[in-house]
């Protein structure tokens, strides 16, 4: 009986051990599993804060609460943080800009360059572009002689409103009466300005977000001939839908055929998030139409959307922004006259003078649409191994000899660097800066200017 009481009495405590020993091995494991997630989640927020990895110092002193720091201190310290950030304009003496421009002139930030592009060319719908620029200039303005908040003085306002803004560097037409406005450039003959074989280049600043000035923003390119009366003498139109809180682009377009019977019509999907669209988000995009007697193109940074091979002649044209998104801007708009084929031009003058090779302002940078007339000239010159040139660069009368002569001195240096890149031989080429000592035109007119900043490609 004493045994059998004894085994029962061990197996009753190895029974209660064994509960005991699964509830400490629980209460372990929970633990572990506690101490474990902390270390994770430490890990995480080190991770966060840019401290995985580092060691502390355990003499590190703690940090004071911002309770202890007197007042007049938080002050200082906040005026100062304050004055460090903004920056006084170079250009206007604006003061208090925060942003990378100044809110009043819209220069760039002293020190504020971006870094240096590589010199090797990206490809680009540039190198493949057949859009061929006019020779003579007919309109050309860039607004930077233009004072900010008024309306531009080389244009004719339609209806709505316009005013000179400024963004992303650049003095600009910006619609800002919820994004109404009708814009015309002045011309001695309002209605009869466009000559038979003409093109049309601007820039256009297309932005996404969201919020308030975002919503729709609809812009028109309208070509008109008051000597047609149907269809209240509108030829040619092309409207570009953009809807900026998800980059949704739309372009459509719309052409009388010459018999006034029919027309041509088509759109094109251009979203931001669609891989093929050569649109660019957040940044100034080149716009370009040609016509050629009866055949009209469009292209969108140098990748040709619209295609129409009979289309009724266009006497003058005109802007028109609508929509909620208030600041709509058109930059750089330059109209030209004809385009003779390059060497034509070269066996007539012995050079070829192009205005379709340009630079960033002020800097020896091409721009993405210049690669279009290099490699024009490359062209010409693979097919004339003989052929070498001396390529010069020309400026206007704007700022001083010191700067100009310099300028254009790098400038060409910069084609024959991209003319050597596209396979031309170094030694067919010469570079000479000739600032603005060679006008062709007066530089008392912003036509006159435009036309005396030029490239020439003088055969040697």
Same mark, same amino acid.
């Given at each position: 009986?004493?045994?059998?009481?004894?085994?029962?009495?061990?197996?009753?405590?190895?029974?209660?051990?064994?509960? $005991?020993?699964?509830?400490?091995?629980? &209460?372990?494991?929970?633990r572990a599993k506690d101490a474990v997630e902390e270390k994770v989640e430490k890990g995480v927020n080190d991770l966060l804060d840019g401290n995985f990895g580092k060691k502390k110092d355990k003499k590190e002193k703690p940090e004071k609460k911002k309770?202890?720091?007197?007042?007049?201190?938080?002050?200082?310290e906040a005026g100062e943080a304050v004055a460090a950030s903004t920056w006084t304009c170079e250009e206007c003496g604006k003061t208090g800009n925060a942003g990378k421009f100044c809110e009043e002139c819209g220069a760039k930030k002293p020190g504020a360059e971006a870094p240096a592009k590589p010199k090797k060319q990206t490809e680009s719908a540039y190198a493949k572009s057949d859009f061929v620029p006019g020779d003579e200039i007919i309109f050309d303005d860039d607004f930077?002689?233009?004072?900010?908040?008024?309306?531009?003085?080389?244009?004719?306002?339609?209806?709505?409103?316009?005013?000179?803004?400024?963004?992303?560097?650049? #003095?600009?037409?910006?619609?800002?009466d919820d994004g109404y406005g009708?814009?015309?450039?002045?011309?001695?003959?309002?209605?009869?300005?466009?000559?038979?074989?003409?093109?049309?280049?601007?820039?256009?600043?297309?932005?996404?977000?969201?919020?308030?000035?975002?919503?729709?923003?609809?812009?028109?390119?309208?070509?008109?001939?008051?000597?047609?009366?149907?269809?209240?003498? &509108?030829?040619?139109?092309?409207?570009?839908?953009?809807?900026?809180?998800?980059?949704d682009v739309t372009m &459509?377009?719309?052409?009388?055929?010459? $018999?006034?019977?029919?027309?041509?019509?088509?759109?094109?999907?251009?979203?931001?998030?669609?891989?093929?669209?050569?649109? #660019?988000?957040?940044?100034?995009?080149?716009f370009a139409f040609s016509f050629n007697k009866r055949a009209f193109k469009g292209y969108v940074n140098g990748l040709r959307i619209i295609n129409i091979p009979s289309a009724k002649v266009p006497s003058h044209f005109w802007f028109l922004h609508?929509?909620?998104?208030?600041?709509?801007?058109?930059?750089?708009?330059?109209?030209?006259?004809?385009?003779?084929?390059?060497?034509?031009?070269?066996?007539?003058?012995?050079?070829?003078?192009?205005?379709?090779?340009?630079?960033?302002?002020?800097?020896?940078?091409? #721009?993405?649409?210049?690669?279009?007339?290099?490699? &024009?000239?490359?062209?010409l010159m693979q097919e004339n191994p003989g052929l070498e040139f001396e390529v010069q660069g020309h400026c206007d009368a704007t700022g001083s000899d010191k700067v100009n002569d310099s300028l254009s001195q790098k400038r060409a240096e910069a084609i024959v660097a991209a003319l050597v890149e596209q396979g031309i031989?170094?030694?067919?080429?010469?570079?000479?800066?000739?600032?603005?000592?060679?006008?062709?035109?007066?530089?008392?007119?912003?036509?006159?200017?435009?036309?005396?900043?030029?490239?020439?490609?003088?055969k040697k």
């Open positions: 009986m004493k045994r059998i009481f004894a085994i029962s009495i061990v197996a009753l405590l190895a029974s209660c051990f064994a509960a $005991n020993a699964q509830s400490i091995l629980d &209460r372990l494991k929970d309770a202890d720091i007197p007042a007049e201190q938080q002050a200082q930077s002689n233009e004072r900010l908040g008024e309306f531009p003085s080389r244009w004719d306002l339609l209806g709505g409103y316009a005013e000179v803004g400024s963004l992303e560097g650049r #003095k600009v037409i910006s619609f800002t009708e814009v015309q450039p002045l011309m001695k003959d309002q209605k009869h300005f466009l000559p038979d074989v003409f093109t049309l280049e601007f820039d256009l600043y297309l932005g996404t977000g969201e919020g308030d000035g975002f919503a729709d923003n609809e812009w028109s390119l309208i070509f008109g001939n008051p000597d047609l009366p149907n269809w209240n003498g &509108r030829v040619t139109w092309v409207d570009l839908w953009f809807r900026p809180w998800g980059g &459509r377009w719309t052409a009388q055929k010459p $018999n006034g019977g029919d027309n041509n019509a088509g759109e094109k999907d251009l979203s931001m998030f669609n891989p093929d669209s050569p649109l #660019k988000e957040n940044a100034w995009n080149h609508s929509g909620a998104y208030k600041y709509g801007c058109i930059s750089n708009v330059r109209l030209a006259k004809g385009a003779v084929p390059l060497y034509d031009r070269l066996a007539s003058d012995g050079k070829i003078i192009t205005y379709a090779i340009t630079f960033e302002t002020g800097k020896a940078d091409l #721009k993405p649409e210049s690669m279009v007339e290099i490699n &024009r000239i490359a062209k031989a170094q030694a067919r080429l010469t570079a000479v800066g000739k600032g603005s000592h060679q006008p062709i035109a007066s530089n008392s007119t912003d036509e006159g200017r435009a036309k005396n900043r030029r490239v020439e490609f003088i």
